[in-house]
């Protein structure tokens, strides 16, 4: 009832305030007119009669007020007043205002960035209906699965309503005369079904459109890929286009909000996976042991993942029982979906969170700097808010007025920040960071971004605001306004401030560390040996059966083209691979030693990442042979199967590199393989990887249409490139490549330490800022509460160091002692690092040196001009202030 | 200042019950007659008066209605309400409940212990 009542009250207050106002106005004019007749009659004039009346009824506005009040029209009323109130105290000090607001800004701005990726990689599910259900299905440590074990789990499972299996790959496509690569994604019959996706025109392709191996001959575009390259033209449906020379019908187009089932990769198109050979030259869908499939299932309602695991590997003991040999030892597990598994899935969450968690440092040390602010302004105003104390304010309407200005300063700062990480997340999404390949994140933010950056710039503004309540509460009218502006005695112990400006500069001088340990990662892993030479090296990457070219055409044509590339003035080594290192995709071959019989997983002898080279090879990439020989052409199909391993291959399974000169291993298949020659270590997967066996074949022994030539020269890239061009149009006019420094190619493998350097660096200056505001802060207003204290100082002949010892003393013992907390916290902190930046390590003196003088430094910048401030005090102005 | 008593916290409410409970009266009108009943030995101030009035409309104990003063003036006029009378009732025995205790208290002597 009473609820109901106020609420009603509060309503009607709003709505008909002014009419509330005018009846209490006219009410207690009423009550003066009363007052005077009486005075009027008791023998005063008209006039002085009126003048007692007022006198005697007391402080008019303040029974007006409190009247308003108890009528219950306080809320709305006082609110509006507050806001007006402290929007004006606000503005009075534009300065204040201005640094307040902007350091607020960065905090909620550094969040609301790292927020929009944490929930754009991790927290909101795949643009796909119940989303929830979907689990990417994993055997042990290896992501992928083969075609055959595919389709037992999708046939014999009980507890998920479909499986769905795709590989990422590219292919060049012909619209209006001209190949151009695409990526697309090769996708099992259900694929659509399972994911309950509609097309947005025309339809999509289904389980019932395969029958065998090259059966199915239709693309599904995507919605950007037919409104890039088709005009969003609706007459595509039904159009023949050609994949790899091969006609290929247009079923229909994907709606725009779906990009396929992996966050990093959209595709341009959908292939049927049965048309494998096709689109990638070969098929390995009928080989248990061709391990390249994703495998996404769709849970019935009501089964929990781990009934589903434990379904899946019943299916696997089968499996184990009937192909001993390829599904040895496997055990199924489940992860979400998105970030390729766990294999992206891992390592981005801990970054995502590392981020998140210096985010959320940022805005701690922003808070800090906001609290030290506040209050150094309310002791500041402490005389003005004695005075108000001394009129009759109460104690809780001047917390409320200081607390709707922290509140106000947090809403600046969170709309300020909110829509500059708005500004750069949108850039982000349409970022391409690699060359080639369509690899971006749709990072937009959305309604959850927004909740939350505001909630935090709420929160942080009700933190900040109540510091300086104690302040308030203590004051003593009297005290403050006899003792005036210097009656301020000095703090020995520490403050609440001084501890918040420790805490703070600890903060910054943790995003410093970071920042500077991945700084020194990224410049360490660009100095480390690659195992190549990417400097003066340019390269072609093709696919010769995009050109259709396959069997026995492939290794006559790359023959064409190498000898034809050779031949081109300036350029002293050519050769080629079906792949490079350090570059997306790989694949990993399981040897064995000569001695094994048995071929099961757990007897392997090493995982070795494998590359088919041509000869000419190691001489283009600028790798350095040990020992032994590198290939030749006579390395065929009919001479003995020869290898060159790298030196961590021959300690790994021969023991040291003399005793694998000469050699023999086995080969997954059991095939005795002969080492002739051994190279140095390189970087074959990530940078920051520990030393990897590797194994290079004759390409001419394992052919691949797959080609990356590599050319080193001494030529400008761009004439080389051209020069390249043309030759190559000139072998085949209809065969698409791309031409790349490998240095540009590099790209791939240097962007996850970029970024994580980009993302540190940012998150360190900003802290770096907010160290030297709130120190700055700190700093000036030491020396402007003693700089009467200084001015008599220096009259009796202090001497500069002691002047500065006296105010700015206290400033850097907190700076030494907060560096230091940092310092520990970073190092402990820069674990997180070491997933993705090369040798990661904390314990690098250049990385202390770097803090120790980047926070001094900080220190002296901030302090300067406060400095140069208590220098210049002169006793003669100051005392005569007074 | 001295001849006047000054009045203890939650006494106002009660005098602005008990001048109402003698008949319609505006705000002037309160204090005159708080003044005429207390002998003029209770000091109010006279703003003070509309906030307690105010708070009295809204907890339903005090109805108000526009009217003609006795001056001629336009004036508002407080009259008890039914939960008005029982309030005032009721806080009227308190207080002679406490002021006898507190009476008695006062008066005891040295023997009667």
């Known amino acids: 009832m009473k609820l109901v009542a106020s609420l009603r009250a509060l309503a009607s207050s709003f709505f008909h305030r002014s009419r509330l106002d005018g009846e209490i106005e006219e009410e207690l004019r009423s009550h003066l007119q009363h007052r005077a007749d009486d005075l009027e009659s008791s023998g005063l004039a008209r006039a002085e009669a009126e003048r007692r009346a007022a006198i005697e009824f007391g402080g008019y506005q303040r029974f007006k007020e409190e009247s308003h009040e108890a009528l219950g029209g306080q809320l709305t009323e006082n609110?509006?007043?507050?806001?007006?109130?402290?929007?004006?105290?606000?503005?009075?000090?534009?300065?204040?205002?201005?640094?307040?607001?902007?350091?607020?800004?960065?905090?909620?701005?550094?969040?609301?960035?790292?927020?929009?990726?944490?929930?754009?990689?991790?927290?909101?599910?795949?643009?796909?209906?119940?989303?929830?259900?979907?689990?990417?299905?994993?055997?042990?440590?290896?992501?992928?699965?083969?075609?055959?074990?595919?389709?037992?789990?999708?046939?014999?499972?009980?507890?998920?309503?479909?499986?769905?299996?795709?590989?990422?790959?590219?292919?060049?496509?012909?619209?209006?005369?001209?190949?151009?690569?695409?990526?697309?994604?090769?996708?099992?019959?259900?694929?659509?079904?399972?994911?309950?996706?509609?097309?947005?025109?025309?339809?999509?392709?289904?389980?019932?459109?395969?029958h065998g191996p090259n059966s199915a001959p239709y693309i599904v575009l995507s919605f950007a890929y037919w409104h890039s390259h088709f005009q969003s033209d609706p007459g595509v449906v039904g159009r023949v286009v050609q994949l790899n020379k091969y006609n290929y019908t247009i079923l229909g187009v994907a709606p725009a909000?779906?990009?396929?089932?992996?966050?990093?990769?959209?595709?341009?198109?959908?292939?049927?996976?049965?048309?494998?050979?096709?689109?990638?030259?070969?098929?390995?869908?009928?080989?248990?042991?061709?391990?390249?499939?994703?495998l996404v299932g769709s849970l019935k309602t009501g089964m929990s993942p781990a009934e589903a695991t434990a379904d899946l590997n019943s299916v696997a003991a089968s499996l184990a029982r009937a192909y001993p040999k390829e599904d040895g030892s496997i055990n199924f597990a489940l992860f979400r979906p998105g970030l390729l598994g766990d294999m992206l899935g891992s390592p981005v969450r801990a970054f995502v969170g590392g981020l998140m968690f210096l985010a959320?440092?940022?805005?701690?040390?922003?808070?800090?700097?906001?609290?030290?602010?506040?209050?150094?302004?309310?002791?500041?105003?402490?005389?003005?808010?004695?005075?108000?104390?001394?009129?009759?304010?109460?104690?809780?309407?001047?917390?409320?007025?200081?607390?709707?200005?922290?509140?106000?300063?947090?809403?600046?700062?969170?709309?300020?920040?909110?829509?500059?990480?708005?500004?750069?997340?949108?850039?982000?999404?349409?970022?391409?960071?690699?060359?080639?390949?369509?690899?971006?994140?749709?990072?937009?933010?959305?309604?959850?971004?927004?909740?939350?950056?505001?909630?935090?710039?709420?929160?942080?503004?009700?933190?900040?605001?109540?510091?300086?309540?104690?302040?308030?509460?203590?004051?003593?009218?009297?005290?403050?306004?006899?003792?005036?502006?210097?009656?301020?005695?000095?703090?020995?112990?520490?403050?609440?401030?001084?501890?918040?400006?420790?805490?703070?500069?600890?903060?910054?001088?943790?995003?410093?560390?970071?920042?500077?340990?991945?700084?020194?990662?990224?410049?360490?892993?660009?100095?480390?040996?690659?195992?190549?030479?990417?400097?003066?090296?340019?390269?072609?990457?093709?696919?010769?059966?995009?050109?259709?070219?396959?069997?026995?055409?492939?290794?006559?044509?790359?023959?064409?083209?190498?000898d034809a590339v050779a031949n081109i003035p300036g350029v002293t080594a050519a050769g080629f691979a079906d792949r490079v290192p350090l570059n997306l995709g790989w694949s990993d071959a399981t040897v064995f030693t000569d001695s094994t019989t048995d071929y099961r997983p757990s007897n392997a002898a090493a995982e070795a990442s494998a590359y088919n080279v041509s000869p000419g090879y190691f001489r283009a990439a600028a790798t350095t042979m040990l020992a032994g020989r590198a290939f030749t052409w006579d390395d065929g199909p009919k001479a003995p199967r020869v290898a060159v391993v790298n030196r961590e291959f021959a300690r790994k399974v021969f023991g040291s590199l003399e005793q694998a000169l000469g050699a023999h291993f086995k080969d997954w298949g059991g095939t005795r393989v002969?080492?002739?020659?051994?190279?140095?270590?390189?970087?074959?997967?990530?940078?920051?990887?520990?030393?990897?066996?590797?194994?290079?074949?004759?390409?001419?022994?394992?052919?691949?249409?797959?080609?990356?030539?590599?050319?080193?020269?001494?030529?400008?890239?761009?004439?080389?490139?051209?020069?390249?061009?043309?030759?190559?149009?000139?072998?085949?006019?209809?065969?698409p490549f791309t031409i790349n420094t490998w240095h540009k190619e590099l790209d791939t493998a240097l962007f996850a330490p970029r970024a994580a350097s980009l993302a540190l660096g940012v998150l360190g200056g900003l802290g770096a800022m907010l160290a030297v505001t709130g120190i700055f802060g700190m700093a000036a207003h030491s020396v402007s509460k003693r700089l009467r204290e200084l001015g008599i100082r220096i009259a009796l002949g202090a001497q500069r160091g002691e002047v500065l010892r006296a105010v700015l003393g206290r400033v850097f013992r907190l700076l030494a002692f907060g560096s230091a907390a940092g310092l520990l916290l970073g190092l402990a902190a820069t674990k997180v690092l070491s997933f993705i930046v090369y040798q990661a390590t904390p314990r690098d003196p250049v990385v202390l040196a770097g803090v120790v003088l980047t926070m001094l430094f900080l220190g002296l910048v901030a302090a300067w001009i406060p400095a140069q401030h208590a220098l210049a005090a002169d006793p003669l102005i100051l005392l005569r202030e007074e | 200042?001295?001849?006047?008593?000054?009045?203890?916290?939650?006494?106002?409410?009660?005098?602005?019950?008990?001048?109402?409970?003698?008949?319609?009266?505006?705000?002037?009108?309160?204090?005159?007659?708080?003044?005429?009943?207390?002998?003029?030995?209770?000091?109010?101030?006279?703003?003070?008066?509309?906030?307690?009035?105010?708070?009295?409309?809204?907890?339903?104990l005090l109805k108000a209605t526009w009217g003609t003063s006795e001056n001629n003036r336009r004036a508002k006029f407080y009259e008890l309400t039914a939960a008005g009378r029982r309030r005032f009732r009721e806080e009227t025995e308190g207080w002679n409940r406490l002021a006898a205790a507190m009476a008695s208290a006062l008066a005891a002597q040295p023997e009667e212990i």
């Not at chain 1, 910054?508 to 560390?513: G, K, P, Q, R, Y």
């Not at chain 1, 004759?698 to 390249?724: F, H, K, M, Y």
């Not at chain 2, 003029?40 to 809204?58: D, H, M, N, S």
Request: contains cysteine; positive net charge.
């Open chain 1, 79 to 210: 609110l509006v007043q507050d806001v007006r109130f402290s929007f004006r105290a606000l503005c009075k000090s534009p300065g204040f205002t201005l640094v307040a607001v902007f350091t607020l800004a960065l905090g909620i701005g550094a969040n609301a960035v790292v927020f929009g990726m944490l929930n754009a990689l991790i927290l909101r599910p795949l643009n796909v209906p119940q989303a929830q259900n979907l689990y990417m299905i994993e055997r042990g440590r290896a992501p992928t699965q083969s075609y055959p074990d595919y389709l037992d789990l999708r046939d014999r499972n009980r507890d998920f309503k479909g499986i769905v299996a795709y590989e990422m790959a590219p292919a060049g496509l012909d619209i209006r005369d001209s190949t151009s690569p695409i990526w697309l994604y090769e996708a099992s019959g259900n694929y659509f079904d399972v994911l309950g996706i509609q097309p947005y025109l025309g339809r999509f392709f289904h389980a019932s459109d395969e």
């Open chain 1, 257 to 294: 909000r779906f990009r396929g089932t992996e966050l990093f990769f959209a595709p341009d198109l959908w292939a049927p996976l049965v048309n494998q050979q096709q689109i990638e030259g070969f098929s390995g869908l009928n080989s248990r042991a061709a391990r390249g499939m994703w």
């Open chain 1, 360 to 562: 959320g440092l940022i805005l701690l040390a922003a808070c800090a700097n906001l609290g030290g602010l506040f209050a150094t302004r309310a002791a500041d105003r402490s005389r003005e808010i004695a005075l108000r104390l001394a009129l009759g304010s109460s104690h809780k309407r001047i917390l409320r007025r200081l607390l709707t200005e922290a509140i106000l300063v947090s809403l600046a700062g969170g709309l300020l920040g909110l829509s500059g990480s708005v500004a750069l997340l949108r850039w982000l999404s349409v970022w391409q960071p690699l060359p080639n390949i369509p690899i971006n994140v749709s990072v937009d933010a959305d309604g959850r971004t927004y909740i939350v950056a505001l909630l935090l710039a709420l929160l942080s503004g009700l933190l900040f605001g109540i510091v300086p309540i104690r302040q308030v509460l203590r004051a003593n009218p009297w005290q403050t306004i006899k003792g005036g502006p210097s009656g301020a005695t000095l703090p020995r112990r520490f403050t609440l401030r001084d501890l918040l400006l420790a805490g703070q500069i600890a903060v910054c001088a943790v995003l410093v560390t970071s920042a500077l340990v991945a700084v020194r990662g990224l410049m360490r892993s660009l100095d480390s040996n690659l195992g190549f030479d990417p400097q003066n090296a340019i390269q072609v990457n093709t696919d010769l059966d995009m050109a259709r070219y396959s069997g026995d055409q492939v290794p006559i044509m790359q023959q064409r083209m190498l």
């Open chain 1, 674 to 735: 002969e080492v002739i020659g051994v190279v140095e270590d390189g970087k074959y997967k990530t940078l920051a990887e520990s030393p990897q066996a590797a194994l290079f074949l004759p390409i001419r022994q394992s052919p691949s249409s797959e080609t990356w030539l590599i050319v080193r020269s001494d030529l400008d890239p761009g004439v080389l490139a051209n020069a390249l061009r043309q030759t190559l149009r000139s072998l085949d006019a209809g065969l």
């Open chain 2, 1 to 60: 200042m001295t001849d006047h008593a000054e009045l203890l916290p939650g006494t106002l409410d009660l005098l602005i019950l008990k001048a109402v409970s003698l008949g319609p009266l505006h705000g002037y009108g309160v204090l005159l007659r708080i003044g005429q009943i207390s002998g003029r030995a209770l000091l109010i101030e006279q703003g003070a008066l509309y906030p307690a009035l105010f708070r009295l409309v809204r907890q339903g």
